[in-house]
């Protein structure tokens, strides 16, 4: 009994496997699919008879489709044997016995004979497996990362250690296909009808990568502030996608070496939300009050800031007011926050004669006016 379903299998396969096969991508592709098998297009708008070819053998003369944006690498019994950038149509040629086909000009008896042999030795199933892979050379969306609790890294800007709670999303691509396929994808992913997926949370490797991510974030985020040529500001995070996705690309390189042994790259990112902790935000709530304080705009600030006090002081203080406003507007140039440049020196004439009509205004007493005077005239 098993050898006549040997025979009958091995002539049958034999038969099957001699017409070319037309082989495209598969519908119902996720846009975020990485790696997938080619699969053969048996019958369109219900024409077609190849339908019952053996699923690893690819015949001779049979033309593989490779769409823009996607690459082709060719195996042989488990092997790579080829690999195509291009987008275009492309034919299939082997030396394997399995391959060969009366069409594609390989003889007429000849592969019958042989490949009806060689699978019967085989229980009727060919001895061989030659498969087609299509990975993507696009920007793989929506890969995403998160922290559950504060990172903590050390900030050139802020001279401190600070620390965030962090979620956002990056860009992925398999920039060394080869490598990616020899030394990432599992096994199982590399056969037909199964499809590698960076963001399908059944996917051990991808939740493999998302746990490198999270553990880069910290490294990242000390690259990007503490390099002086994108502005020491950690403020700036959210706004430059493209100088964050790069610190992030280096940090996993140097922790995790997916360029060089995964044939991976983190291209861009967008930070949806940071968290800063208490401590943190005590600390950019500091730095924005000392921007605000700095050039021009501190100079308008201060400026309104002494106005203000002169009033506050002529309505409760008098001109002990005036004085403590005078006090605290020298404090000010003093303490580092604002250093306006000295005034020249002022007349001794001109001050007494100032002193003398804020006497006769009721602005000063005649003991503050006895006092400036002495002052003015350094005795």
Do not use: H
Not at 1 to 9: D, K, T
Not at 31 to 45: E, I, K, M, Q, W
Not at 140 to 150: A, C, H, I, K, V
Not at 314 to 324: D, P, Q, S, T, W
């Amino acid at each position: 009994m098993g050898l006549r379903q040997a025979v009958a299998g091995a002539v049958g396969g034999v038969l099957a496997d001699q017409w070319k096969d037309f082989y495209t991508v598969p519908t119902g592709l996720p846009s975020t699919a990485a790696l997938f098998a080619a699969v053969p297009r048996g019958t369109n708008a219900g024409r077609g008879s190849n339908t019952s070819a053996s699923s690893n053998i690819i015949t001779n003369g049979s033309k593989i489709v490779v769409p823009e944006g996607y690459g082709l690498l060719l195996f042989q019994d488990g092997a790579i044997t080829g690999f195509v950038a291009e987008p275009g149509g492309y034919e299939w040629r082997s030396d394997d016995l399995n391959s060969q086909s009366i069409f594609a000009g390989d003889g007429f008896v000849s592969p019958l004979i042989k490949q009806s042999w060689e699978r019967f030795k085989f229980g009727g199933q060919p001895g061989s497996q030659q498969a087609a892979f299509f990975v993507s050379l696009k920007e793989l969306p929506d890969n995403r990362f998160g922290t559950q609790s504060e990172i903590y890294w050390d900030d050139g800007f802020l001279g401190t250690q600070v620390g965030a709670v962090t979620r956002g999303s990056y860009t992925l691509k398999i920039v060394d296909p080869i490598l990616f396929v020899k030394n990432f994808v599992p096994a199982s992913y590399l056969q037909p009808g199964q499809v590698f997926d960076f963001t399908d949370l059944d996917n051990a490797a991808a939740s493999q990568l998302f746990n490198e991510v999270v553990g880069s974030l910290a490294p990242a985020f000390s690259l990007y502030t503490n390099d002086p040529g994108k502005g020491n500001r950690i403020t700036k995070l959210q706004q430059d996608s493209l100088g964050f996705a790069q610190s992030l690309s280096a940090a996993v390189e140097q922790g995790y070496q997916w360029k060089s042994d995964r044939g991976l790259a983190i291209v861009k990112t967008a930070i949806v939300s940071i968290e800063y902790d208490a401590n943190t935000r005590e600390l950019l709530k500091t730095v924005q009050r000392a921007d605000a304080l700095a050039g021009s705009r501190g100079n308008s600030n201060l400026q309104a800031s002494v106005a203000q006090g002169i009033q506050s002081a002529g309505e409760n203080g008098g001109a002990a007011g005036l004085v403590g406003v005078g006090m605290a507007s020298g404090m000010l140039g003093v303490g580092g926050m604002q250093q306006p440049v000295a005034p020249a020196a002022e007349d001794p004439v001109a001050k007494l004669k100032k002193a003398k009509e804020m006497l006769d205004l009721g602005l000063i007493t005649q003991d503050d006016y006895d006092k400036l005077k002495a002052k003015a005239l350094g005795l």
